[in-house]
């Protein structure tokens, strides 16, 4: 019996389903093989199976039945995964959140302009409020309104072109003229310009795209002039670090600022000798660029987890926050996970930690780096166990909870010296039994999976 349905007789469409059911075989690999996979990940899978759904059972409408344009104020019948949860609408620019929920740029700006923390659908509190393009939500929506014969209204980007004249053009170039110069007053006022520039204008961070050497004229008071007595201004510094933190935020500026050979060492300068203002941006701006997976590795290699961890560890109220969301975007690459724990991150962290200290974001950080051996070594070593315990009896948050059954399960399977100590646990308080039945999906499989290897060494003892 022949097939019916758009596959059977359009090449596009066969073409992008071989491209989601490739991209669905990486992400459940991705799940099934690694024991700490994340929720960004099922959120993924999920989204290409809805795609390849739609793309299977989906025929194209007539565009004479159809508006030329989408009214977005309308009711539409579409696929529930191209709605924004905030506007009940078609996206139009879907982004990420930190939680792994997508959400239309707009709306998800307004919600933390207004000084929200947390997720709108999840409530889970937010480790950074970096929003990164879902490239395949956009592209299936995208394919959706051809299919229909719905022609979707691209956001403008603002560019150069439309935010910056000739004249505020030559006043660009003329402040890098200035920043080569060797006059200290004109490097502070061209530096400070800069700053604020790009803070207040999104197209001047486009335009240090179009110029070859503009990001290393910026950088020339750092890599090279000093002021006259031979040290370093701190206010140049500080407004140079800060103009390359607003460059990163451009997603199209990125790749180029990170790869800019002299920008991640003058960064890793800046964690260590300067300001605190100075250092607390440098760190955002590591955090900011390391959102693209290349400069994950490339900020990994240059060996910026060290300072970070330094300054982590120092505790300046300022810096933490910032710190803390580097080392946990640049601990997302496996291969870094092993740098920050050569580099001493476990020891601070759990410090950090019994201190009471930033523990929602560090417990994350201390998450991630269970599923590297020595990391969980060092956490026995350090006194994790009765800490992480106290946490689950004590606190409400589940995303805590979840992260602390997390590293439990990951000491428990590598080191059965704290099996006695979880089992007295479960005795006094049954915390990890109240885990295993009141927790999230992860944190009641985590518990679950304590609690059998407790009574199969119970059943092994009582055996023997």
């Known amino acids: 019996m022949a097939k019916t349905g758009v596959l059977s007789s359009d090449p596009t469409a066969r073409a992008r389903a071989a491209e989601l059911k490739k991209e669905l075989q990486r992400l459940v690999k991705t799940i099934v093989d690694d024991e700490d996979y994340n929720l960004h990940s099922i959120d993924q899978a999920r989204d290409v199976l809805s795609a390849l759904r739609a793309v299977k059972f989906s025929k194209r409408s007539t565009a004479s039945t159809m508006t030329s344009s989408l009214k977005l104020h309308e009711p539409l019948s579409c696929p529930q995964e191209f709605i924004c949860p905030l506007s009940k609408k078609l996206m139009r620019d879907p982004v990420i959140l930190a939680s792994g929920q997508t959400y239309d740029r707009p709306f998800i700006q307004k919600w933390l302009k207004e000084g929200n923390r947390t997720c709108p659908r999840t409530q889970q509190v937010l480790s950074h409020t970096v929003l990164t393009p879902n490239l395949l939500i956009n592209e299936m929506i995208s394919q959706w309104c051809d299919d229909q014969g719905i022609e979707l209204q691209i956001p403008v980007q603002h560019g150069v072109k439309e935010g910056v004249t000739e004249a505020e053009r030559h006043r660009f170039f003329s402040f890098l003229d200035k920043l080569s110069a060797a006059a200290l007053p004109q490097q502070k006022e061209a530096a400070k310009e800069l700053r604020l520039l790009t803070k207040n204008i999104p197209s001047f961070r486009v335009l240090f795209g179009e110029s070859v050497d503009a990001i290393p004229r910026l950088l020339a008071p750092l890599s090279g002039a000093k002021s006259q007595s031979g040290v370093l201004h701190t206010d140049v510094q500080e407004d140079v670090i800060t103009t390359l933190l ?219």
């Open 246 to 464: 607003n460059l990163s935020i451009h997603d199209g500026n990125k790749k180029l600022v990170a790869e800019t050979p002299m920008v991640i060492p003058l960064l890793m300068e800046a964690l260590r000798y300067g300001t605190i203002e100075t250092r607390s941006n440098a760190a955002a701006a590591l955090f900011t660029l390391s959102a693209l997976e290349s400069n994950k590795e490339l900020i990994g290699k240059s060996g910026a987890l060290k300072p970070l961890i330094e300054l982590l560890d120092e505790g300046h109220q300022l810096a933490l926050k910032d710190v803390a969301s580097a080392i946990f975007n640049l601990c997302i690459l496996h291969e870094n996970k092993a740098r920050a724990v050569r580099d001493g991150a476990v020891r601070v962290i759990l410090k950090k930690i019994m201190d009471g200290v930033l523990v929602n974001e560090l417990l994350a950080i201390l998450a991630m780096l269970s599923t590297h051996q020595r990391a969980v070594d060092e956490m026995v070593e350090f006194g994790a166990v009765p800490c992480l315990l106290r946490i689950v009896r004590e606190s409400t948050c589940e995303r805590n909870n979840e992260n602390c059954i997390a590293i439990l399960h990951a000491v428990c399977v590598n080191d059965r010296t704290k099996w006695k100590a979880l089992r007295e646990e479960e005795s006094r308080h049954g915390t990890i039994s109240k885990l295993a039945q009141d927790g999230t999906c992860r944190a009641k499989r985590k518990a679950n999976g304590i609690l059998d290897r407790l009574r199969k060494a119970v059943n092994i003892t009582h055996t023997a």
